[in-house]
């Protein structure tokens, strides 16, 4: 089974590497790194940046998980032109969210992200849900202070209240499950997301 991954944050490339060897022994996992494209996607937006992402997925030729949230939704409606699977790796997460509570609270570390996440966990079947975005948090990611991101990201979902479930709108944020104190369903997208990408090339 080869899988391709498009991230637009290198840090991703070691988080999916383990996840791969430790869960899903024979996955050969293909990286394509592009930070320019979430950028981008900042200032004109996810549709501004759809020719850009559609060349570099057609440089998988063959299946691929898309590992931003922001730009998630636009690589997933070029897979019936590229004539592959094109899977954002927050669908399988979002799924999971649905079908764990009715009320549901998106932290995300960017504001570009909450758009994008809401729209997902509304196709998903999602009636309430509320998005916060993380203050600070994105400025410690980008100057490399990873445990300071963490440690953000989890004190905000300890102060989560009135909520079902919370979904960690970003894949960077994933480590920040094993810190937080609450007792509300905290849920990020790697492990859940690659596992619905490699079932799905199984099967397909």
Known sequence: ????????????????????????????????????????????????????VREVLAEAAGPVLVTCSTIGGVAESLAPELGYPVLRVDRAMAARAVATGARIVVLAALESTLGPSTELLGEEGAREVRGLVVPGAWGLFEAGDVGGYLRAVASAADRVKGADVIVLAQASMAGAVHLVRTRIPVLASPALGLAAALAGERTG
């Open 1 to 52: 089974m080869t899988l391709t991954l498009l991230h637009t944050a290198a840090v991703h490339v070691p988080v999916f590497d383990a996840l791969g060897e430790r869960e899903h022994s024979g996955a050969v996992l293909r990286h394509l790194v592009r930070p320019g494209l979430l950028e981008r996607a900042r200032v004109v937006g996810p549709e501004g940046v759809r020719a850009e």
